[in-house]
């Protein structure tokens, strides 16, 4: 590969080649790659028949893109880490704004119509419906601040995909628990305009808070009426069949394992209730992390299925 814009000594960072879109098929494919700089040197005069087995050059690829090296020396298509596949494109450009998504169809192994002029978002959001659909991987909806009009389970752009460490769940006096659910608006904080803050109280749930973008309209907001009236709120857990470990039947062991897994704090989903008993994901600003009071909230919930636009 031609670096022009990289001096003989490096580094990699300021070169737009790791920033283009579609080199990124260009850098994970090939099994053997050789650097060369904008005087026709090898990078930072490393001798090798295969700049992806030299420690220096990978460190340098992975603060250049992000992509660890695992990924960069040994690189196969498919669904396996779906999160940090979405992310190798966070930081990239295309001349088309819908070939941020297309340029992943490879990535992920994926055969579908390329549509040009139908818009990036709508481009992204056939993308990540069918990564999920494949890998099952729910954290493709940790996000946070844009929903899509394609879905409202997903982004709006992939510039959204970035870290989001899930904050821990604040301990709880046993007399602050309740049967019932409720959702109080607290009141605004001068240092972040424009952000509600609510207050929420869900059955089998410590308390929490979450910070939305917009205000909550038409929605129950006292102790009973929550699951009965259109506008209401479910605050969900997502699931997948890979926490049974791909079998619906579970031996002692791993039905500790798995119980234990479920009682750890984890990225809920807000919904509001549509007609024609639809939901919609209410965007929040932060990630609203929630968890289980006590075994017996576990053992006492629901699976239940929505349908989600």
């Not at 220096?56 to 669904?79: K, N, Q």
């Not at 639809?278 to 349908?307: C, G, M, W």
Request: charged share 15%; with cysteine.
């Amino acid at each position: 590969m031609y670096l022009s814009d990289v001096p003989a000594t490096g580094p990699f960072a300021p070169s737009q080649w790791f920033g283009c879109g579609w080199t990124l098929q260009e850098l994970l494919a090939p099994a053997a790659v050789l650097f060369y700089t904008c005087n026709w040197s090898l990078y930072k005069n490393i001798e090798s028949s295969n700049h992806k087995t030299d420690d220096v050059v990978l460190e340098e690829i992975a603060r250049a893109t992000g992509i660890v090296s695992r990924f960069v020396t040994d690189f196969t298509p498919g669904m396996d880490d779906a999160w940090s596949r979405l992310q190798w494109a966070l930081l990239r450009w295309t001349t088309c704004p819908e070939d941020i998504a297309y340029l992943l169809f490879g990535i992920f192994n994926l055969h579908l119509p390329v549509l040009y002029g139908k818009s990036a978002e709508f481009a992204l959001g056939h993308l990540l419906a069918e990564v999920i659909s494949q890998s099952r991987d729910i954290s493709i909806l940790d996000w946070v601040r844009e929903a899509s009009t394609f879905h409202s389970c997903f982004l709006a752009r992939i510039t959204l995909y970035q870290t989001l460490p899930l904050p821990s769940v604040p301990p709880s006096d046993a007399e602050e628990q309740s049967s019932t659910t409720t959702v109080k608006q607290k009141s605004a904080d001068p240092s972040s305009p424009g952000y509600h803050t609510y207050a929420i109280q869900a059955s089998g749930l410590r308390p929490l808070e979450i910070t939305l973008p917009e205000e909550l309209e038409n929605v129950a907001l006292f102790p009973g009426e929550l699951e009965n009236a259109t506008g209401a709120l479910q605050l969900v857990r997502p699931w997948h069949l890979k926490l049974l470990g791909g079998s619906a039947r579970l031996d002692v062991a791993a039905t500790e394992e798995l119980l234990v897994t479920l009682g750890r704090p984890f990225s809920a989903l807000l919904l509001t209730e549509l007609p024609h008993n639809e939901y919609r994901r209410v965007v929040s600003s932060t990630v609203i992390a929630a968890q289980p009071t006590d075994l017996a909230s576990i053992l006492h919930s629901k699976i239940r299925i929505f349908n989600i636009v």
